[in-house]
């Protein structure tokens, strides 16, 4: 969630604030996960995987993937998409990115 600086001071990633970094959320559609690709592991929000979505702003909960009928075709989602009439979405446990002609 930030950087230390030699004085002892933090540099906060968006949206984390406070003296450590401790407050602040995850907007909709960005989970609050540990960055991998990072030495220190910090916490950051990283945007929903096409596919996936996360309705609310918070850091208890992660992207989950779009119900029967709709997908998330962009990362970052915050809902997802109604299929158009004649196409559809089956597989639910995918990270599926549009709909099938039905």
Known sequence: VAQLHGNGTCL???????SRCELGECGAGFEYTQDQTNPAHLWVCRPCHTGLYKSA???GRPCVP???NTYAPTTGS???RRCESRWLRV???EETTSCENA
């Open 12 to 18: 906060c990633n968006a949206p984390f604030y406070g």
């Open 91 to 93: 597989k639910v446990n």
């Open 78 to 80: 915050s809902a997802c």
């Open 57 to 59: 702003q918070g850091n």
């Open 66 to 68: 779009c119900s029967h």
